[in-house]
């Protein structure tokens, strides 16, 4: 790891010194030794600050959205998720890709931060739950490289059909069931809107959660309007969504978010075929796009 | 404070028998904003509208809500009465408690009731959130395309070009005529088919107001009623027409012979060939698949040989974009696949044939130049069997559907055979005999009485080949026994179908289809020859089995349509169409993909962002285009698109009246 993190910092230094980007954005480490929240270095003085470990969780690409009417280019750390991330903000015309540099990382799976808090750091931390299904542990799309990649690919080709077994958990439950375990999940949600916040699919100008006057959704904090939430936020996402776990990771009250997403994304590959988000950027929008075959079944 | 009127109908019984009007209209006064509720027998009829018009003065109302039935009968009714009492159109809604209540709950008249005043509670919640709306207008292009040259294409074209409006015939096969010009009689008279048609057709063609594009194909059609743009693929038909004479040099000479399909495949037709003599345009045309310079490179007779040097085998297929303000969409049928049935040995036995088969055999300038000769052996079949309904009204193997022309069309046949073979016997196998048509009836009478056909009512069960004749076992249901027939011919009046590529040009343009492929109509009895996309209309079989007088009607109808369309300057358009809030619009081009219309595209437009001018990129809705069905509406995750008239808000009022 430590020759990554010193590969990040000559490369960073590199692009600020020619000016060919205004910031790279990457992570640093944060209050605690299991946190690498993100980092913006404008500065070449700074490079020094990136890092490179088992807890860069944050998907970077969402930051590029903030960028987005700036002239200068923005240089960008990508893991594999990341990467998938980039393109679909492409897809959704939110970035150009000329105005971002982007240097891929291939990312062996990264550690739970729960796990590390409860069994320090000499503790055996197991892998983050999210990255032990990873389909795309190699950046898709970038302009540097960092490290070696061909022996992930190997991993990842190895990897077993993806696993939705809790998910079949779910849809085995009776619909009472059901009702009961998402309410009990969703009583928990203080409605911080954490979730939305790091997601890379939720690029809207203006969210329909912040939107009081049109009252799409209340601001009182009950079963109703957590649950409008909830599928709300699902269904927007849906077929846009990434897997990159950071909705749940970054949920402070641990609702299992990936599994209203996984659902989703399961039933997207039984009605429209397998498909997954932000692998190929001139791909159809399973739910975002009119084919005349569609059928019209309520005709 | 809105005011807002409620009135309730009756609908004679149809809604009273099961809703409590009286109670609905009494519970609607307690409805926030309701100023006035009422209930009438009759709300569409003119005292209905009357007593509307009366309480919007007499109560100053601001807001409507007609409890009735479906909006897509009578919205545009109380539309207008609203106009005439000096309202917005807009402000205007409609609860359907017939539809959805009177007639789904009609058991339970307390919770029909109940469910009725919801759904009013419902309406009157978002007739308040209602906004006055302004219709605009567009200018039209005075042009109208029909599709298939047959004989509902040319009367509908004839129609529209008498009426003073240019017209374009779109026919897919090297002339027009279509099916009629196979067919040799027609009934009720036994006028000779040809002998109406082709008059028809050479009026369509030299028509100074119509333009026949034959050989070709519509490609592509985008836009809207009143400027639809259409390409047009006019396929290479390897000889220039304006320079060909129609002299016939080429099919005299050229080398390759091709089963015609004009006359069933029982005849043959070179690889330059004109279909039928009769053709419009009466040029001939290559068969590029089979034509043996094509195939092989060497040959080129015709082009040796023709005096106007016409043939040009370097033509290619020419894409044309055409403007039309309507278009008349009249493609006609195909004969269902009768081996189907293996029992009738269709296909297997060259003596058992298809009715369009017998046309061709009976028809003067056919194979047998009009002498009845069996396919197999060219001898004159002495006894000749009829079979109806093949693939008709068969739900196991065939279609559902009953194909309206096959009865009366066998007769014919039966009549035809007896009168030119005078020691022949004619046996019909039939499930009904269904002649409602004028003079129908009357001709099947003749056909038995008069000409001694035998109808035997029952199914056939089998024929087989036994000693060069053709057994047909089936059973008279009448006698209640086993019949054998030594046949010579069987002819089987085979159901009509919807054209193999039915769907696809429905899809193409933008309109519905049934089961079967057949076009759907907009209202099967008051509106039967609309689509419902504006500015297209049906003709002929492509809508449903029809015989030559009915397509013919239904042209002239749809004529009509297309005049009363093309007469007017500029037509009114719905505001009910899609606005974008430019100022949450994100420019992810989700609602541009969604868009069955195709109209939505992103634009940019230019904004101050941290002290600097910047291009944004947001979706812009085309007026035009937009036909208001609200599928960007759901796309749009930030609720930037809004549909007017069916906005967010409207909508959520609905809900909240319901559930809070």
């Known amino acids: 790891m430590n020759e990554i993190t010193n590969k990040m910092r000559k490369i960073a230094g590199e692009i600020l010194q020619k000016g060919e980007a205004s910031v790279v954005i990457g992570w640093e480490k944060g209050t605690f030794w299991y946190l690498s929240p993100p980092a913006f270095i404008d500065k070449v003085e700074d490079v020094d600050r990136l890092v490179w470990d088992d807890f860069c969780h944050n998907n970077l690409s969402k930051y590029l959205v903030d960028f987005k009417y700036k002239e200068e280019k923005v240089a960008i750390f990508v893991k594999g998720c990341d990467s998938r991330a980039f393109n679909r903000l492409l897809q959704d015309k939110q970035i150009e890709r000329e105005k971002v540099i982007l240097i891929g990382i291939p990312c062996p799976g990264l550690k739970d931060q729960d796990q590390a808090k409860t069994l320090g750091k000499e503790g055996d931390i197991p892998k983050a739950e999210k990255c032990l299904e990873c389909k795309y542990p190699n950046p898709l799309v970038y302009d540097y490289y960092l490290g070696e990649k061909e022996e992930l690919d190997e991993v990842a080709a190895t990897k077993e059909a993806p696993n939705y077994s809790d998910v079949e958990a779910i849809e085995a439950m009776s619909p009472d069931e059901r009702y009961e375990f998402w309410t009990k999940q969703y009583d928990r949600c203080i409605r911080c809107y954490a979730c939305r916040n790091v997601c890379p699919a939720c690029n809207c100008r203006e969210c329909v959660f912040d939107q009081t006057c049109v009252g799409w959704i209340g601001k009182a904090n009950n079963s109703s309007e957590n649950q409008f939430f909830a599928l709300t936020r699902a269904m927007h996402v849906a077929g846009r969504c990434i897997e990159c776990g950071e909705c749940e990771r970054a949920c402070p009250m641990d609702i299992p978010i990936m599994l209203l997403n996984k659902k989703i994304i399961k039933d997207i590959n039984e009605l429209f075929g397998e498909y997954d988000a932000g692998i190929d950027v001139d791909s159809k929008l399973p739910l975002g796009h009119f084919d005349k075959s569609d059928p019209e079944e309520f005709m | 404070m809105k005011r807002v009127g409620v009135f309730i109908c009756h609908c004679g019984t149809n809604i009273a028998q099961a809703v409590d009007c ?15 509720s009422t209930d009438y027998k009759y709300m569409c009829a003119e005292p209905g509208q009357d007593l509307i018009k009366k309480a919007i003065s007499e109560h100053r109302l601001d807001r409507v809500v007609v409890a009735s039935c479906s909006p897509r009968m009578h919205e545009p009714t ?13 402000l205007l809604e409609m609860a359907n408690i017939r539809e959805h209540c009177a007639w789904v709950h009609p058991d339970d008249k307390e919770r029909a009731t109940l469910k009725a005043t919801e759904l009013v509670r419902m309406a009157v919640a978002k007739v308040i959130q209602n906004e006055p709306l302004d219709r605009s207008t567009i200018p039209i292009t005075k042009r109208a395309l029909v599709i298939g040259g047959g004989i509902a294409g040319i009367q509908a ?9 240019l017209v374009d015939i779109v026919e897919k ?59 047009i693929r006019q396929k290479a038909r390897s000889v220039d027409l304006s320079a060909c004479t129609g002299c016939g040099l080429c099919t005299e000479k050229c080398p390759t012979k091709v089963p015609s399909e004009f006359e069933m495949e029982m005849m043959n037709r070179k690889a330059i060939y004109t279909p039928f003599p009769q053709a419009i345009p009466n040029k001939p045309v290559i068969d590029r698949e089979n034509c043996r310079y094509f195939k092989t490179g060497k040959c080129g007779v015709c082009q040796k040989l023709c005096p106007a040097q016409a043939v040009d085998f370097t033509q290619e297929d020419q894409l044309v974009t055409e403007r039309y303000g309507a278009i008349v969409v009249a493609t006609g049928f195909d004969l269902f696949d009768d081996s189907v049935y293996g029992e009738y040995g269709y296909g297997r036995y060259k003596d058992v044939i298809t009715g369009l088969h017998f046309e061709r055999l009976v028809n003067a300038s056919g194979p047998t130049m009009g002498k009845i000769k069996r396919p197999s052996d060219g001898q004159e079949p002495k006894n000749v069997v009829f079979i109806k309904c093949v693939g008709s009204r068969d739900e196991a193997k065939g279609k559902a559907y009953c194909s309206k022309t096959c009865c009366m069309y066998t007769a014919k046949h039966a009549t035809l055979v007896r009168e030119k073979i005078k020691d022949s016997n004619v046996y019909v196998f039939y499930m009904d005999v269904r002649t409602p048509g004028k003079g129908y009836e009357e001709f099947y009478t003749r056909t038995t009485d008069q000409y001694g056909a035998k109808y035997l009512r029952g199914r056939v069960s089998k024929i087989y080949e036994k000693g060069g004749k053709l057994i047909v076992r089936g059973e008279d249901t009448l006698l209640g026994r086993q019949i054998e027939i030594e046949a010579d011919m069987v002819v089987l009046a085979t159901a009509m179908v919807a054209k193999e590529n039915a769907a696809e040009l429905a899809q193409m343009i933008g309109f519905s289809y049934d089961q079967d492929n057949f076009y759907t109509e907009a209202h099967p009895k008051l509106a039967p020859v609309e689509t419902h996309t504006a500015g297209v209309f049906l003709a002929g079989a492509c809508q449903g089995p029809k015989d030559i007088p009915d397509s013919v009607a239904q042209a002239s109808a749809a004529a009509v349509k297309v005049c009363g369309l093309l007469s007017k300057e500029r037509m009114e358009t719905e505001p009910t169409i899609s606005i974008v809030n430019e100022a949450i619009c994100a420019g992810c081009g989700m609602c541009v993909t969604v868009c069955p219309y195709k109209a939505i595209e992103l634009k940019f437009i230019q904004e101050r962002v941290d002290g600097k001018v910047i291009n944004r990129r947001v979706a812009s809705v085309n007026s035009g285009l937009c036909q208001g069905c609200g599928a960007c509406t759901v796309a749009c995750r930030s609720a930037a698109l809004n549909l007017k008239h069916f906005t967010n808000e409207q909508i959520l009022a609905e809900v909240d009246a319901l559930c809070l």
């Open chain 2, 22 to 36: 009286e109670k609905v209209a009494q519970n609607a006064q307690a409805f926030p904003g309701v100023a006035f």
């Open chain 2, 78 to 90: 109380f539309r207008k009465c609203l106009e005439r009492a000096g309202l917005n159109p807009y």
């Open chain 2, 173 to 231: 096969e090297p002339s027009i005529g279509g099916r009629m010009a196979q067919i040799d009689k027609t009934f009720p008279t036994l006028d000779c088919s040809a002998c109406i048609l082709t008059p028809k057709m050479v009026e369509v063609a030299n028509h100074p107001n119509v333009r026949l594009i034959t050989y070709s194909e519509v490609e592509k059609v985008e836009g809207y009623v009143g400027n639809f743009e259409v390409t």
């Open chain 2, 157 to 165: 074209a004839l129609d529209i070009a008498n009426a003073g409006h």
